[in-house]
């Protein structure tokens, strides 16, 4: 098997694979890296001479430009780029199932074992294989099984667990300079040697000891596990910060002193409208699922309260709107600032943004949205799967999109804060206040504006937990 990698191909040029690769080929001149995805469109605009790359992250369009079409190549050549290639990251879409056993919960493994199979249907040369895709759940050793059962005379296959853990928004910064990069391999020599194939690769740009090699399935479980964990995390401190809004302590207060504990760590402390993205949910429903299977309810039940603590505090935040509102928010106007999941990303996959919109709609606000990066069409469809059986006119009818945050708050009763845009700290209030029916309010879902500042102006300013109100 080969132990010097000089040609990578990834399968999927999504959110991880892409970024990724683009930065190994970045750091590693001397390997030649393909990325590969049945999605035309979305290779084209990998490609497009305008860098009109089809995801948004601070830094990427800078590492595509050095590296692009130098040893950067993004192909819907999918045979070709397995063939070519000594070492294949595998990393397709991994969406929680919709139907049969386990929906709700288990992860849709269908992507990836039609990518294996691929694999081992067209490999002519021995291949290390490393699963990347987004919920590793004994994945590793189906791909493995898979490929064994049709591994060919001069073809082997190494399997890999190299679980991702850049966070969107920050993943250039977060590729550049990873806490940790952590491999599984089987503790057999061949596993260990591709583990090492692997480890150089990364050598190039990481130091060593931020290298960690493990078994496979620690390797896998450990993605869930620190998923599940910072998910915790947010849900302790919007739990504590329903506390805060009924007692008059400050969140802010709170969540600094005890993350000056070093047990604890000041980061990921920041109570907020509940968590989304398409991580935390997803792999805490796979713990849980893989918790049940195992026959641990006692643990499925721990890790499900991090997403139902998760539900509640969004379901708490709109609530707050409609009971500051006078108890009816029925035909008035309210503007939501932001629709991506978080900031520097044009992601909405589980934003917290679609579930406050649903229940304005259902209240039967008119909801004016302002989002700097999300794109029209994903936000409509979005607000169509959350309400299934509401026509897209009939939304279209209550919501509309506006290419500004000064044009969403135009005539509004509420301003709502759903994402932490630095663009929404620096807007002229001044001009809002003037622009909005009275008394106006605001919502910061975020812990994003000075409220003092907007109260001074003659806001009614409502603050994730913080007890004192308007
Ligand atoms: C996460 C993990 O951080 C990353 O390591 C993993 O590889 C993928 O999942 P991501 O979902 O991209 O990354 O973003 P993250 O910064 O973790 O934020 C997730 C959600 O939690 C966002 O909605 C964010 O706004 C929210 N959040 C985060 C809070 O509400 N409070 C915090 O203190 C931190
Ligand atoms: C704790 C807090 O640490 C301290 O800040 C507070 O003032 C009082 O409560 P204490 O109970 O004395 O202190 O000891 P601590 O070291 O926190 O351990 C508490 C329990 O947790 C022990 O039974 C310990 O064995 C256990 N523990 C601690 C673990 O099981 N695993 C760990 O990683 C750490
Ligand atoms: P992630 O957030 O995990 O990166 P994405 O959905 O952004 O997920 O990206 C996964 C990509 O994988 C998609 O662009 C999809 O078209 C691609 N893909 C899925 N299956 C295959 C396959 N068998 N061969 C090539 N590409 C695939």
Known sequence: SATKVTKICCIGAGYVGGPTCA??????????????????????????????????????????????????FFTTEVDKGIQEADLIFVSVNTPTKKSGVGA?????????????????????SSKIVVEKSTVPCR?????????????????????LSNPEFLAEGTAISDLFKPDRVLIGSLQTAEGKAACNALASVYANWVPTERILTVGLWSSELSKLAANAMLAQRISSINALSAICEATGANIDEVAHAVGFDSRVGPKFLRASVGFG??????????????????????????????????????RRFSKTVVDTLFNTITGKRIAVLGFAFKADTGDTR???AITLIRDFQS???????????????????????????????????????????????????????????????????????????????VFDGRLLVDAEKLRNIGFKVTTIGRGERL
């Open 363 to 441: 209240e039967k606000a008119l909801v004016n949205i302002y989002d700097p990066q999300v794109e029209q069409d994903q936000i409509w469809a979005d607000l169509a799967e959350a309400s299934p059986a509401t026509p897209l006119a009939s939304i279209q009818k209550q919501v509309s999109i506006c290419d500004s945050a000064l044009a969403a708050c135009k005539n509004a009763e509420a301003v709502v804060i759903a994402t932490e845009w630095k663009e929404f700290r620096e807007i002229d209030w001044e001009e809002v206040y003037r622009g909005m029916n009275k008394p106006a309010f």
């Open 104 to 124: 709700g919960f288990a992860a849709d493994l269908n992507y990836v074992e039609l990518a294996t199979r691929r694999i081992a249907a067209v490999a002519n």
């Open 139 to 159: 994945t590793a050793e189906s791909m493995r099984t898979i490929l064994e059962a049709n591994s060919k005379p001069n073809c082997r296959f190494d399997i």
């Open 23 to 72: 930065v190994i080929a970045l750091k590693c001149p001397h390997i030649k890296v393909t990325i590969v995805d049945l999605n035309q469109a979305r290779i084209d605009a990998w490609n497009s001479p305008e860098f009109k790359l089809p995801i948004y992250e601070p830094g990427l369009e800078d590492v595509v430009r050095q590296a692009r079409g130098r040893n950067l």
């Open 277 to 314: 993205g398409s991580c935390f949910q997803k792999d805490i429903l796979n713990l849980v699922y893989l918790s049940e299977s195992l026959h641990l309810p006692e643990v499925a039940e721990y890790w499900k309260q991090v997403v139902v603590m998760n539900e509640y505090q969004k």
């Open 350 to 352: 589980e934003s917290p």
